[in-house]
């Protein structure tokens, strides 16, 4: 999904990395970005990414990196979204604040879900295709986990933490997280005990939070209600396909909204559920098919289809061919070109 996102980046980034000893205008230059984002810090995605782009190559070790910033960022400059949740009842709590106010302050996208004894967080991206660099993967799981140490006062470990992307030094990571660290992972994901998820937050401040919540929710509905709630559907159906066919509840709960609401929305926006899951199978059924390294039965899996003669025939109905003859043809027409 392409947007015009802006992004602010929170003071407490500058006074962090100059705690460390790198100077925010060697990351300004380095990311090749004028100056002035230091004191009006205000930028797209393309030049969030650039920034912690440059403080990685800036540090001798992502991992290295990861850790320093992680436990030097003082808790005194988090931006009020983030004070949300530092001083929310308990570890779930302040969980389900960030995923949930994460939102105002794109583009990360974080994806909670509790099972058994674990739950897990998956990073994704808002408003971008592009795959975040490294060092802000690192960093967002990393905070996670140290959000839960600092509000517990509690030296809390992580049980399995997953990396698409190589990290640097894994053993120092290993010792941050207090798990076993995965590379080359589909996704990036960290995985938490459950129980700890009770573990109430010393830093629990009830009034505080009666003011903050109010305001943060308005700011969040305001910007829901300023974008097009189709590309939103859109976007989270892309990314949940795979994993099943997604339900509009589920959709509506990670919109933060009733699915009774959400179908009022895209009514209102001239479409429907139904309409738009079709839509998106079929767009992601001709990317996919696209690229010769995707198996015709890997793709019918991709987009939701249990069963490969399903999707061969709502295939027909969307291009009045098969699968496999779509691809050669357009396979040769791009040969050609």
């Not at 992307?165 to 459950?194: K, P, V, W």
């Not at 061969?312 to 070109?337: K, M, V």
Request: glycine share 6%; charged share 25%; proline share 5%.
């Amino acid at each position: 999904m392409k947007s015009h996102t802006r992004i602010k980046i929170p003071a407490g980034f500058w006074a962090g990395i100059d705690q460390l000893g790198i100077a925010p205008h060697d990351v300004v230059r380095k990311a090749r970005l004028p100056l002035t984002i230091i004191t009006d810090p205000v930028v797209t995605t393309d030049q969030y990414f650039a920034i912690w782009q440059a403080y990685s190559e800036l540090n001798d070790d992502t991992a290295e990196g990861i850790i320093k910033l992680t436990t030097v960022f003082e808790t005194a400059h988090y931006p009020p979204a983030v004070l949300a949740t530092y001083h929310a009842r308990d570890y779930r709590d302040a969980l389900k604040r960030m995923a949930r106010y994460k939102q105002l302050c794109p583009p990360e996208s974080l994806r909670i879900t509790e099972e058994g004894e674990y739950c897990t967080i998956e990073l994704d991206w808002l408003c971008t295709e592009q795959p975040g660099p490294p060092m802000l993967v690192g960093i967002t799981l990393a905070f996670l986990l140290e959000l839960g140490r600092r509000g517990t006062g509690k030296p809390l470990k992580a049980r399995f933490v997953e990396f698409s992307h190589s990290m640097g030094d894994i053993q120092a990571l290993e010792a941050y997280f207090g798990c076993n660290i995965r590379i080359g992972a589909n996704c990036n994901r960290l995985t938490l005990h459950r129980g700890d998820l009770d573990l109430p937050f010393v830093s629990y401040n009830e009034e505080l939070l009666e003011i903050l919540t109010p305001v943060l929710d308005k700011s969040l509905d305001e910007q829901q209600s300023s974008r097009s709630i189709t590309e939103m559907v859109k976007w989270i159906m892309k990314r949940s396909l795979a994993g099943g066919r997604p339900d509009i509840q589920t959709v509506a709960s990670e919109l933060g909204m009733s699915d009774r609401t959400l179908q009022r929305r895209l009514t209102d926006e001239g479409t429907s559920f139904k309409h738009l899951l079709t839509q998106v199978r079929h767009e992601l059924a001709r990317e996919y098919l696209a690229d010769p390294s995707f198996d015709i039965k890997e793709v019918a899996f991709m987009i939701g289809y249990e069963d490969q003669n399903s999707f061969y025939r709502a295939f027909r109905i969307w291009e009045g061919d098969t699968p496999s003859n779509w691809r050669t043809e357009h396979l040769d027409t791009n040969s050609t070109n």
